[in-house]
């Protein structure tokens, strides 16, 4: 009820437009009461008389973002500002409504958004949040701290030890852009070390490879992390702290047999060793045994070995032997081997790449159509960035499906992958609020 009352002044002039502009005005008028089904409903009869008109389905598609980020599913509204992001300029008006929103936890989302973007002013007013009872908009405040001042330096610091896991990972992430310090460092190296939150962990140990050389041993002891995903991150922590120290370390999973933590470690050697020059060596072995994961009986490890193997930067090079793609040649034999769907996905995607193997890559892609399962989404949208229509129909079918991951997949492929947001439409109306999210953050950062 309250809803009517508020719109029937805006309702009457609005349904003046609508006579003198026709469906259009429709669609603003329904996008203007928020309703995004009605909005829906009258950009098809716009659809139905003039054609597609992507102006007017982004103004549908930044209500469906601005009411995602206005909810109270902190994923949802997370996928909805990382859209947002990407959307830079067309998000600018849905951010200054966010700005203005009576919730102070979705007001500092958006204006952190704002003050990553420049905006003086929205870091302003950002930051006073920092003091919030409300968890969600103080993690989000220490977007508009500065750690190469001190006053904000030593916010951040006390923020690392905040009741609120939301808000130590803002703040460790924060300290990325801190200068080399020793009190800094040793609390990160305490967040790194003890903090119960693995995502944390992450961000602190992110934040303690620019510490130094001098942190160099504390991030190595946290290779010795329960959580696989904290190992993996202390991988790379390890190389942007101290690349030559870290060779050593990562040269010695070389001499382990393949995991999940070996790969990494090669993958990090042969993509940053320069051929024939500092780490020549040790990229060259990381390449080997890289290449001999690819037949790993594991198959979880051969898909590991197959992406980072597509990573590398000399994939399309010429060996200096015998002027042959040495990589590429390995990922074509063990697609011509490989039997799951998975690992076959990953081969044929990155073997797309390149015009020799390309013709192999699509015959490999177009067989994993025929499943029901998400490869076959996946391949669907790697052959939809050629403009395929077996592709384009799997997508479709994928969009109106009963899984809510192949329809996200689908979502995103139509409108990014494909470049045919209008073709995805009748998605921003789905149940799922992800799958919504997905389809107009396409819709709306579509060119």
Sequence with gaps: MTRRVRGVGAAAVLGLCACASGPRAEVRAEVAERDVAGALV???RVRGSDGADAALLRDVAALVLEEAVAGTDLAVRDAALSQLRRGRERSRAVLARLAAHEDE?????ALELQASAG???????LRASLDSTDQVARAAAQGALDPRVPADLSALHDALVDPSARVRRAAALRLRLAEPFDDVRVALELAARVDPSTTVRVAALQALARQGAEAFHALRDRLADPEPGVRMATLLALHVCDPAQARGVLSGFLATPPSPDSLEAARLLAARGVEGGEGGVEAARAADYLLAALSHEDEPLRSQAAVAVSSLPTLFTPHPVDGMPRFQAALLARLQQETTRHTRLLLAQTLLRSSDTATQAEVALRELLAGDDV????AATALA???DAAALARLDAALTDS???HRRIAASALTWDAGDPDRARAALGDEDALVRVAV???ILSAH
């Excluded at 905006?119 to 007013?125: M, Y």
Aim: without cysteine.
């Design 42 to 44: 009258a950009y098809e």
């Design 105 to 109: 936890a979705v007001r500092a989302a």
């Design 119 to 125: 905006d003086e002013l929205a870091r302003a007013q």
């Design 375 to 378: 490869p076959a989404v996946m």
């Design 385 to 387: 960035r050629l403009g």
């Design 403 to 405: 899984r809510a991951t």
């Design 440 to 442: 107009a953050g396409g």
